[in-house]
């Protein structure tokens, strides 16, 4: 059983997944989907050994320049900086930034010993400060981690004279007032345009 054990650990590396749906993954791999398990294997070794990250912008890459960084057709003046790979995917799928882009890869956290350093401010800086960059989208998440790594990038760019903006925040598309909590109708009303 130590093959089994050795498999729920894994799993539970996950996001979001305990003891109990770990032991649900792997007994259902095992007892009703043994080529899935061995189809999954192949594609974890497979991304683990053949993806790495961007040398311009640390996105996940296969190559050393990805494709986005190697488009002539985007927007040079524009580099949005995001916390992770899945936040440059989402901002890809709404076909609305046509610029480059900047992955921190993380977002400071004291409380998780994650300063300035350990997410790769100097190399956005250097990026930054390439010609042609005349705006930085400053596209952290808007929680208390991200709302300080954007102050504190936003006033790093500042102080070296380029120009950091904010993602806008607001109410939901197609959301109704009354249902929309509190704080997001403040910063709406503090952001409206």
Known sequence: MAALETL??????????GQKSAQRMAYHLLQHDREGAQQLSTALRSAAEQIGHCRRCHTFSETEICTICADPARDPKLLCVVESPAD???????????GYYFVLLGRISP?????????????????AAET???????????????????????????ARGLKATRLARGVPVGSELEYVDLGTIAHALVDRR
Do not use: W
Request: aromatic share 4%; charged share 25%.
């Open 111 to 127: 409380l998780d010993g994650v300063g300035v350093g350990q997410i790769g401010a100097a190399e956005l800086l250097q990026r």
């Open 8 to 17: 729920i650990e894994a799993l539970k590396r996950l996001p979001g997944v």
């Open 132 to 158: 042609g960059v005349e705006e930085v989208i400053l596209a952290s998440s808007f929680t208390a981690e991200g709302e300080a790594t954007a102050y504190v990038l936003a006033e790093a760019l500042r």
């Open 88 to 98: 440059q995917a989402a901002l890809e799928r709404s076909n609305s930034y046509r």
